[in-house]
């Protein structure tokens, strides 16, 4: 109940302007020129002062690109979206690299303090168990800023660090790697992502290990008319564990916002990784003016045995979500989860889901998925599950439902459920309603108000996928829950 | 940015360019429709993979060529069994109506072309918001079929038996568009049948316009000849407090896909949508519904059973959609499939796509084989294995064919699938 009340309390702190990570950062950056062609994508790599594999990865990608058509299949409706009128690099240029904290601009610090993202080790310290303590790297639109705990890490044999540090540090890990769960030919806005990819973050965790601290990144786009385009590749070696967190927030700006990551998760045998997200772009204003476009592609290839990959997701931001994060399901006995709750409101378009691939025989999946629409936004679960010939007793739930709020509001469910194997056990269901005005009368009857009592409602919807995230984030979520359905009532 | 792919011409939709130019003065009547449906499918192509809605099923390679159409010569052969008893038959060679105009019961027919020069008849009038390429190559082509019509509160019962027949590949585009006046009853029996081991193509529209208060029951049995490419679409357009029952029965044709439209005109209607398919061989069938409730208060239900065995693929896609102001309604779509087999395949893509808040909507998807403690409970009581299964089969499909409410036709329906399943043992 403490949580339910702290997110009631948040609405009504809360005034108007519901978007409380708007600000912007004053602080000088070094840009690329408008545009891509060839030399951006050399000018980037030659920034990040790329070897020649990378750099020839990267123009293949762009050749490639070239070919390709933008696709229009999603329910998600925007005018066509200018690829030359972006800037595809901007680094603050007070900062050459990641390096030790004392040395990172304390304007960036300020903008990370304000965002409530701890930066300082101490701080993180000071008063929380250590078990709680978590690993941040923060990337500040093209660059990654900071990356904290480094050395704790590194006594456990943990690498967590920016990947373009990485390509420099662990060449053989990121050529071993990089493409092959989404390769550079995947689609329109990943094979984007592999030309001009700025940075992320990259993960190993060796043979045996158990992360000792949750990692987490902090995306942060800050100039106007760029685009944001980062690439994270996790590693979770034989029978390892990490939790990885990310979140990601920008400023209020009129224009609309490119923001195309590519995320690669691997696990070999009996690895586990558990991926959450915290997704709160700028959603644009209420007239649907100014947002992000979030164009992303994650995928996690369960390699090994046993091996298991959760993707959890809280999704309140962003002007149009295009979304699918999925697991390919490919070792014997390995599993996949998606656990998500999408939240539009105002003009805000989602068509996002997941998609489970089963390959190997004994290998399940669970899908539990939340849309709630509100305002005037549209809100499209799109998801696939399917069964190879050779997946051999595989395994799928599926649950997703939708709650409408307000009538001018959609809300669609879109399944492909494809079994190709007569053992493969497949279910599906998904059911689409309003708040029930009994559950309303019964709150209000006892002294809630509305809105206070859509929150409650709301928060037993999705209770199923905020019990998967990590405690950190849960309250974070809930929080989020609450403003961004604020104003929908009524 | 590159230019969009542009894609060829295959020989098959070239053929039906030249066929429509060719006969597009001699078609008779809807000059308007026939026209703009065509000029949507010149547009368009045949829908292939890179269509959504033809996803599963890949019309544009499936239809190499064009087959002629030709008029049956000679004595038909009823070689199915079709027909029930108390139900009038009335019998469609080729899709071309047999008995001449005139009264059956309380039903009204009229060949297509009179009708439609007539002005009698429209095309395309159920079809409300749907737009579909099979439905618009019938539209433009279509000259045989019928034009049937029920008076206000009159009952009437019917068995349509489309018998299709040449000895060598052809086609066959028929419409047939049954008026059904307020308050009547209406018993509407559909059965096709042709031969096997020949490569035919059939494109065949049944359009219901269901007026206030009406109650049709609509049942498609399907047992086209092993080679055939069967195309069939029921659109209905449901007035106020109309209440329809629709079930397609499917066993048979190379490939087939059944698609429903159904589009919400008043109030409080009723629908009923029930589909049972039994799938065997290289045999592919898809049932594609669209239900759309367009106005407030209407409820449907829908419940389609796919047996898989073989090496056979079926695909089930539906989707419920509710309008802004459709509010109160109430959908709810089930579709269950069986694989009996390890090469059998399924595709499920049960959608909703709802515009209006104060609505209960669900579907439900399931896919699996047949359980082995069901089993295993059966043949420790002395079943043989292909025994036990066949009984679990027939439970399971019976749950469909249950809303059937005419014993004969129930019984009927029943058999084939004990006849189907009997096959099945012997191989």
């Known amino acids: 109940m403490a949580a339910v009340h702290e997110t009631v309390e948040t609405v009504k702190t809360i005034d108007v302007d519901q978007y409380k990570y708007g600000f912007v950062t004053d602080i000088e950056s070094e840009l690329a020129p408008k545009g891509l062609n060839e030399d951006i994508v050399r000018y980037i790599s030659a920034k990040k002062n790329e070897p020649q594999w990378l750099l020839d990865w990267r123009l293949e990608a762009f050749k490639r690109w070239q070919t390709m058509v933008e696709p229009t299949w999603s329910r998600c409706h925007y005018p066509a979206i200018d690829f030359q009128d972006l800037h595809y690099y901007s680094a603050p240029k007070s900062t050459a690299g990641p390096k030790s904290l004392d040395e990172v601009d304390p304007e960036l610090l300020k903008t990370y303090a304000k965002l409530g993202i701890p930066l300082r080790e101490q701080e993180v310290l000071a008063g929380v168990e250590p078990q709680n303590r978590v690993a941040v790297d923060a990337v500040f639109d093209s660059v990654s800023v900071v990356t904290t705990f480094k050395a704790e890490l590194a006594k456990a044999g943990v690498i967590f660090c920016s990947i373009s540090e990485a390509v420099h540090?662990?060449?053989?890990?990121?050529?071993?790697?990089?493409?092959?769960?989404?390769?550079?030919?995947?689609?329109?806005?990943?094979?984007?992502?592999?030309?001009?990819?700025?940075?992320?973050?990259?993960?190993?965790?060796?043979?045996?290990?158990?992360?000792?601290?949750?990692?987490?990144?902090?995306?942060?786009?800050?100039?106007?008319?760029?685009?944001?385009?980062?690439?994270?590749?996790?590693?979770?070696?034989?029978?390892?564990?990490?939790?990885?967190?990310?979140?990601?927030?920008?400023?209020?700006?009129?224009?609309?916002?490119?923001?195309?990551?590519?995320?690669?998760?691997?696990?070999?045998?009996?690895?586990?990784?558990?991926?959450?997200?915290?997704?709160?772009?700028?959603?644009?204003?209420?007239?649907?003016?100014?947002?992000?476009?979030?164009?992303?592609?994650?995928?996690?290839?369960?390699?090994?045995?046993?091996?298991?990959?959760?993707?959890?997701?809280?999704?309140?931001?962003?002007?149009?979500?295009?979304?699918?994060?999925?697991?390919?399901?490919?070792?014997?006995?390995?599993?996949?989860?998606?656990?998500?709750?999408?939240?539009?409101?105002?003009?805000?378009?989602?068509?996002?889901?997941?998609?489970?691939?089963?390959?190997?025989?004994?290998?399940?999946?669970?899908?539990?998925?939340?849309?709630?629409?509100?305002?005037?936004?549209?809100?499209?679960?799109?998801?696939?599950?399917?069964?190879?010939?050779?997946?051999t007793g595989a395994r799928n739930f599926t649950n997703c439902d939708s709650l409408l709020i307000g009538q001018e509001c959609g809300a669609h469910t879109i399944p492909y459920i494809e079994s190709k194997n007569s053992s493969a056990v497949f279910e599906h269901e998904a059911t689409t309603s309003k708040i029930a005005e009994d559950q309303l009368f019964y709150c209000t009857q006892r002294g809630l108000n509305e809105e206070e009592a859509v929150a409650l409602i709301v928060n037993g919807f999705v209770k199923e996928v905020l019990q998967q995230l990590p405690m950190e984030f849960a309250v974070e979520a809930q929080k989020l829950i609450a403003i961004s359905l604020e104003g929908s009532v009524g | 940015m590159p230019a969009p792919v542009i894609q060829m011409r295959t020989p098959a939709e070239t053929a039906l360019i030249e066929r429509f130019e060719r006969e597009k003065s001699s078609l008779p009547g809807a000059k308007d429709a026939r026209a703009a449906a065509f000029a949507r499918f010149e547009k368009a192509g045949l829908p292939g993979r890179r269509v959504e809605s033809y996803h599963y099923t890949d019309i544009r390679n499936l239809m190499r060529s064009v087959a002629p159409e030709v008029p049956v010569e000679g004595e038909l052969i009823h070689s199915q069994h079709v027909g029930v008893e108390g139900i009038p038959v009335v019998t469609f060679a080729n899709g071309r109506l047999q008995s001449a105009s005139g009264m059956i019961g309380a039903a009204k027919l009229e060949q297509l072309d009179a009708a439609l020069l007539a002005g009698a008849a429209e095309l395309g009038t159920a079809l409300g918001a749907a737009n579909d390429a099979i439905v618009d190559i019938n539209t433009a082509f279509a000259s045989k079929g019928a034009f049937i019509s029920v008076p206000a509160g009159e009952k009437a019962s019917l068995h349509l038996a489309f018998v299709d027949h040449h000895d060598s590949a052809f086609a066959v585009h028929s419409r047939v568009v049954v008026s059904v006046g307020a308050g009547a009853e209406v018993l509407l029996y559909e059965s096709h049948e042709g031969p096997d081991n020949l490569p035919y193509q059939a494109n065949k529209v049944v359009e219901l316009l269901i007026s206030e208060g009406a109650k049709v029951q609509h049942i498609r049995l399907n047992i086209s000849g092993n080679k055939a490419l069967a195309l069939s679409t029921l659109a209905a357009s449901l007035g106020a407090d109309a209440e329809l029952m629709s079930l397609g029965f499917t066993s048979g044709a190379e490939t087939s896909r059944h698609q429903v439209f159904i589009t919400y005109a008043g109030e409080n209607a009723k629908l009923d949508l029930r589909g049972t398919t039994m799938i065997r061989g290289r045999q592919h069938a898809d049932t594609t519904l669209v239900v759309d409730h367009a106005v407030p208060h209407g409820e449907s239900r829908e419940l389609f059973k796919t047996v898989v065995d073989g090496e056979a693929q079926g695909v089930f896609q539906g989707k419920i959609i509710v309008r802004p102001h459709a509010q109160k309604t109430d959908g709810q779509m089930a579709s269950n499939a069986l694989l009996l087999s390890d090469e059998a395949g399924m595709s499920n893509k049960p959608e909703l796509e709802i515009f209006a808040d104060d609505v209960v909507c669900a579907h439900g998807a399931t896919c699996g084989a047949l359980d082995e403690n069901q089993l295993f409970y059966l043949m420790a009581r002395g079943l043989p294995r292909a025994d036990a299964e066949a009984l679990l089969v027939e439970a399971f499909l019976d749950e469909a064919l249950d809303a059937v409410t005419h014993e004969g036709l129930r019984e009927a329906l029943a058999e084939r699938v004990h006849v189907w399943l009997s096959a099945r043992k012997v191989a």
């Not at chain 1, 999946?365 to 549209?378: C, P, T, V």
């Open chain 1, 169 to 391: 540090t662990h060449p053989e890990l990121v050529k071993q790697y990089l493409g092959t769960v989404v390769p550079a030919t995947d689609n329109f806005y990943a094979t984007l992502n592999s030309a001009v990819f700025s940075d992320g973050s990259f993960v190993y965790i060796p043979p045996g290990v158990k992360c000792p601290m949750e990692l987490s990144t902090y995306f942060r786009i800050n100039e106007s008319k760029t685009g944001q385009f980062e690439r994270t590749l996790i590693i979770a070696d034989k029978g390892s564990y990490v939790s990885y967190l990310e979140g990601c927030t920008a400023p209020k700006r009129d224009e609309n916002q490119l923001h195309a990551a590519v995320v690669e998760l691997v696990t070999l045998e009996d690895a586990e990784i558990k991926y959450s997200t915290v997704q709160n772009w700028y959603p644009g204003d209420s007239e649907g003016k100014g947002g992000i476009y979030n164009f992303v592609t994650k995928r996690g290839d369960c390699r090994g045995a046993r091996s298991k990959i959760s993707w959890t997701q809280v999704e309140t931001g962003s002007a149009i979500t295009w979304k699918y994060p999925s697991c390919i399901l490919r070792g014997e006995g390995s599993s996949g989860e998606f656990y998500s709750i999408a939240i539009s409101n105002g003009m805000q378009q989602v068509d996002s889901g997941t998609k489970m691939i089963h390959l190997g025989k004994n290998t399940t999946s669970k899908i539990i998925a939340k849309g709630i629409a509100a305002g005037k936004s549209d809100n499209t679960y799109r998801g696939q599950v399917s069964a190879h010939r050779k997946a």
